[in-house]
């Protein structure tokens, strides 16, 4: 059984990722090759990041998978289904994974994919390859959905998950051009950057945060066997720098003061950056942080208006954000700042709330973006009556939505823009662009 794996993303594609230029190698497709390789199974991975449709349409006619299994996220269906559909023209199975697919199992099935993995990949796909194999009844294969004999998709029992991430086999790095990443990062910034994960799932309950992969578990690696890995990496590819791409890497004090004393054991001290949540940063915390080389913590801000952040039940104070930023600074690190514009019942006074917290916490870098409804989340369901797509499913995205009842797209560039004077000081510029967010008041969406 040969398993072809691959993911819908070209960089050649996307003006955006192109300025941005940090790619990162498909972390999930890395993990699910190595283990299924240590399992014995034949596996090959067609990286599409610095690739292109025509290319894989190649490799698949030459190399002939029995299994094409591809990777999907929200901003790249279009692609997925492209991939599915040339796949499948060419006689393969076609299996899906990945946070999208599992939250629209009938337009995926429809589209010509044979099942789709819920979540955790690796020991789902092992038992879906071995049922292919002995042609066993995919009703038998933990994890999945399938379109059954009457064209409904179907749900088996959830997927079981890995017990001890200590003994899995790091992602295949080795298996896909590593190298063009590095240049990619290194023509552009000088720098390049590897990500690694340390940890798996998320135990807080934001309700816009897509949670389908690893469910609400969160299961840790020690922090010797992330000190190998990183000493691998550190040896192999000389990286200038990691990201620690957990949800949340500070989530155990603990950890971090044992994985800080490992590294300093080794002398390994890399610089990094990372995601956090401001409830989980202290002071022993950020000082582990600045002496394992970390320049920059992102955290999820969201709104400088507490009562929007228990709409959104993010279980974090706004001073706590305030605190965390103040204690990164005194340790020299970096604070990055996401917020969302938008969300469910926020009014003039939640808009200033949060104008005057990015203010008030003075971030290094702040990113905001217009809140949308992400499938299978709890602010999904709580908008579904008022969602408007804005495309055909198979040609948008999640993001291609409006949400009757709230502001304009315009309107949020208002906000952006009284942000971004605001808190650089050209107050006439903060006040003409409120008084033009005003004006705008009643642009709402129909
Ligand atoms: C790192 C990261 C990024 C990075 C790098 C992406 C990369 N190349 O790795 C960057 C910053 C570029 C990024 C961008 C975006 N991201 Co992002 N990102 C992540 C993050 C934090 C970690 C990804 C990771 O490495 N996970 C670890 C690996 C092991 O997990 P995994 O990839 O999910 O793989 C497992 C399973 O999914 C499954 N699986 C995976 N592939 C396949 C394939 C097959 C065939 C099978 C059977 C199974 C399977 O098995 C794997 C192993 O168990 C996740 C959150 C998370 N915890 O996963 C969000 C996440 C994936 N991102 C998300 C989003 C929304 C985005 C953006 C759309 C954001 C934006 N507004 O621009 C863009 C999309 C970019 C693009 N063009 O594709 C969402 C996706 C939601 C959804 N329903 O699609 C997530 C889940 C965050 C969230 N909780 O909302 N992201």
């Not at 006619?61 to 999907?72: E, K, L, M």
């Not at 020690?222 to 040896?235: L, R, S």
């Given at each position: ?11 050649s ?9 940090k ?7 890395l993990?699910?090759s190595?283990?299924?390789r ?22 698949i ?7 094409v ?21 060419r006689?393969?199975r076609v299996v ?8 629209y ?24 390859l ?10 038998s294969v ?13 749900r088996?029992a959830?997927?079981p998950l ?7 086999p ?6 896909i051009?590593?190298?063009r990443?590095l240049s ?14 340390t940890?798996r799932?998320?135990?807080y ?16 690696r ?8 990183v ?5 192999r ?11 949340v890497?500070?989530?155990h ?13 080794r ?7 990372c995601?956090?949540r ?5 002071a022993p ?8 080389g970390?320049f ?6 969201e ?18 954000v ?22 469910e019942?926020e009014?003039?006074a ?20 217009v809140?949308?409804?992400i ?6 369901d709580?908008t ?6 804005l ?7 999640d ?36 008084q ?11």
């Amino acid at each position: 059984m040969h398993l072809l794996l691959t993911h819908g993303f070209f960089l050649s594609e996307d003006p955006k990722e192109r300025e941005i230029m940090k790619p990162y190698a498909p972390l999930g497709l890395l993990y699910l090759s190595s283990y299924l390789r240590a399992k014995g199974f034949d596996v090959e991975i067609y990286d599409s990041t610095f690739g292109s449709i025509a290319e894989l349409m190649s490799v698949i006619d030459s190399h002939a998978p029995t299994v094409v299994g591809i990777y999907g996220n929200l901003l790249t269906r279009g692609n997925v289904l492209r991939i599915a559909a040339g796949a499948k023209a060419r006689g393969c199975r076609v299996v899906l994974g990945g946070p999208e697919p599992p939250n629209y199992p009938e337009q995926y099935l429809h589209a010509g994919a044979d099942a789709i993995v819920n979540g955790e990949g690796e020991r789902v796909l092992e038992q879906l390859l071995q049922a292919f194999r002995s042609g066993a009844e995919l009703a038998s294969v933990q994890g999945i959905q399938y379109l059954s004999s009457d064209g409904v998709a179907r749900r088996t029992a959830p997927p079981p998950l890995l017990e001890d991430l200590d003994v899995q086999p790091w992602p295949d790095r080795e298996r896909i051009d590593l190298s063009r990443y590095l240049s990619s990062w290194r023509s552009r910034h000088g720098q390049g950057s590897i990500s690694l994960i340390t940890a798996r799932g998320c135990p807080y309950h934001c309700r816009w945060c897509s949670h389908g992969t690893f469910g609400k578990t969160h299961r840790r690696r020690t922090p010797v066997a992330v000190a190998d890995e990183v000493a691998w990496i550190a040896g192999r590819y000389v990286p200038e720098m990691l990201w620690l791409a957990d949800d949340v890497f500070t989530i155990h004090q603990g950890w971090i003061l044992q994985y800080a004393q490992e590294m300093s054991r080794r002398g390994l001290r890399i610089p990094f950056e990372c995601i956090t949540r401001a409830d989980r940063m202290n002071a022993p915390v950020a000082r582990a942080l600045a002496s394992l080389g970390c320049f920059r913590v992102w955290i999820g801000s969201e709104s400088g208006s507490q009562r929007i952040l228990d709409r959104m039940e993010r279980g974090v104070r706004v001073q706590q954000v305030r605190d965390a930023a103040q204690l990164l600074r005194e340790h020299g690190i970096q604070t990055g700042m996401f917020l969302m514009w938008g969300y469910e019942g926020e009014e003039l006074a939640d808009i200033e709330a949060t104008i005057h917290h990015v203010r008030e916490t003075r971030p290094d870098v702040f990113l905001t973006t217009v809140s949308y409804p992400i499938k299978g989340t709890p602010y999904h369901d709580e908008t579904a009556s008022r969602l408007v797509p804005l495309r055909d499913w198979a040609q948008g995205t999640d993001r291609d939505v409006k949400v009757r009842g709230r502001h304009s797209r315009h309107f949020y560039t208002l906000a952006d823009s009284w942000l971004k004077s605001e808190v650089a000081g050209r107050l006439e510029e903060a006040q003409a662009a409120r008084q033009c967010l005003l004006d705008a008041w009643d642009e709402v969406e129909a």
